[in-house]
C-alpha cells in the first residue's frame, strides 16, 4: 500500500490576517513620512515660485528704473464701445518677460479698449489669450481651491488662471492708528466696502515705486506673499453659543474673476487718508490689516469683513503654521502664522521706521 502526502497551498485565514495586519501597520508608518516629504517639496516649489518672482522684478527695475504698477487702472478709449468697469493691468502682466512668459507678453494688448483684463468689455481682444493660459509660477503646489477664477455675478465665458501670491501695497495700521497712507472705502454695497487700502508699501495702485523708495530697507518690507489657502475664520453658532469656526470660501483670493492674474482695478483714483465714497475695485494687490490666515487684526477690525474685492484679503497660507513672502532684497522668507501682529504690519510698510527683530 502506497502513501500519498497531501500538501497544503495558501494560506489560512488567520496568517492572510497577520500579514494584512503587517502590511497596513507599515502603511501607516510610511504614509506620514511620505506625506511630509511631499510638503517638503511643494514648499521648496512654492519658495521657489517667490524667488523667481523677486528676480523678474529686480531685472524689472534694472530695465525700467522702478517696480512695476501693483495695479494698474486703463482708461477708456474715446469714441468707443465700453463696459463701465475698465480693467487695468496687474504686476504680474509688466514682469511677463522676466518670467519666460514673452510671447504672452506680446499677445495681450495693454491698448485694446478697456486695457489687459478687461476681457468682458465688447470687442476686447484679450479674452481669448487669457483663456485656458496658466503660467507656471503663479501657483503655490499645495493651494486650496480652483485654478480658475470662480464667476460672481455673470457667467463667465473665459477660463481664467488665479494666482497664489499677491502684492503688498502696504498696512492698514501705522504705529497703532490707521496709516496715513491708506484710504477708507465708505459705499454701503460695493465689494470693498469698509476696506482699507494703503499705498504705503512696494507695488501700489496707479504708481510706480523704486527700491530706493524703501527707507525702512528693502530686508524688512515685503514685495509679495502667499494666499494660497481659501479657508477662513468665520464666526459660527453651535447650540446656542457663538464659536470661531472656518469655512472655504473660494472668492477669498485677490484675483477677480474677470481679469483673475492678469489686472485687475477699476480707473478709480487713490486718496491717501481720506474717505472713498464709490465703488473701488483693486486685485492682486494687497493691504495687510489682518495677521496671516487671519490670525490677528486691530482691536477696531476684530468683526471687520474678511471678504472683500481684494484690497484687505488677509496672507493666508496652505503650509500648515507658515506663510512664505518675498522681501524687497529678493529673499524668501517663512513667517509663522502667530508672528507679531504689529511686526507684520510693519513689514508690510516700506516707511514707518519700525524696528524689525527677529521672526
Known amino acids: 500500500m502506497s502513501l500519498s502526502i497531501q500538501r497544503r497551498s495558501g494560506f489560512t485565514l488567520v496568517e ?13 508608518m510610511l504614509l506620514p513620512a511620505v506625506q511630509r516629504s511631499r510638503e517638503s517639496a511643494r514648499q521648496t516649489q512654492c519658495r521657489n515660485n517667490l524667488k523667481q518672482f523677486g528676480l523678474a522684478l529686480h531685472a524689472y527695475q534694472s530695465a525700467v528704473g522702478t517696480l512695476p504698477v501693483g495695479a494698474a487702472y486703463s482708461p477708456e478709449l ?7 468697469e475698465i480693467r487695468g493691468s496687474s504686476f504680474f502682466y509688466s514682469i511677463l518677460p522676466w518670467i519666460d512668459q ?13 486695457g489687459v483684463s478687461a476681457v468682458y468689455t465688447p470687442l476686447n481682444p484679450n479674452g481669448p489669450v487669457l483663456h485656458n493660459v496658466y503660467p507656471p509660477l ?35 495700521y501705522r504705529n497703532g492708528a490707521p496709516s496715513p497712507d491708506a484710504e477708507t472705502i465708505s459705499l454701503t454695497n460695493g465689494p470693498n466696502t469698509g476696506s482699507m487700502l494703503s499705498r504705503g508699501g512696494m507695488l501700489i495702485e496707479n504708481e510706480s515705486v523704486s527700491l530706493a523708495d524703501c527707507e525702512d530697507g528693502t530686508s524688512n518690507t515685503l514685495l509679495l506673499a502667499e494666499q494660497s489657502s481659501i479657508e477662513v475664520p468665520v464666526v459660527k453658532v453651535v447650540n446656542g453659543s457663538a464659536t470661531i469656526g472656518t469655512e472655504d470660501r473660494e472668492n477669498i483670493c485677490s484675483s477677480y474673476y474677470s481679469g483673475a492674474w492678469a489686472g485687475t482695478t477699476l480707473p478709480r483714483q487713490l486718496l491717501p487718508g481720506q474717505v472713498t465714497n464709490g465703488i473701488h475695485y ?23 469683513s474678511v471678504i472683500s474685492g481684494g484690497g484687505h484679503t488677509p496672507i493666508s497660507s496652505a503650509h500648515i503654521g507658515i506663510a512664505f513672502v518675498l522681501l524687497g532684497d529678493g529673499s524668501v522668507r ?23 527683530g527677529e521672526y
Open 16 to 28: 492572510l490576517l497577520v500579514v494584512m495586519g503587517i502590511i497596513a501597520l507599515l502603511a501607516s
Open 78 to 84: 474715446s469714441n468707443k464701445i465700453n463696459d463701465p
Open 102 to 114: 514673452t510671447s504672452l507678453f506680446e499677445a495681450l494688448n495693454p491698448e485694446a479698449n478697456g
Open 138 to 172: 503663479l501657483r503655490c503646489p499645495s493651494a486650496i481651491g480652483s485654478k480658475v477664477a470662480v464667476p460672481q455675478l455673470q457667467a463667465s465665458q473665459f477660463r481664467l488662471a488665479t494666482a497664489s501670491y499677491v502684492g503688498i501695497s502696504g498696512a492698514a
Open 282 to 304: 483693486v486685485y492682486n494687490i494687497s493691504t495687510v490689516r489682518f495677521g496671516i490666515n487671519m490670525s490677528a487684526a486691530a482691536p477696531a477690525d476684530v468683526n471687520a
Open 334 to 356: 517663512a513667517i509663522n502664522q502667530t508672528v507679531s501682529f504689529p511686526l507684520l504690519l510693519s513689514l508690510a510698510d516700506r516707511n514707518d521706521g519700525g524696528t524689525i
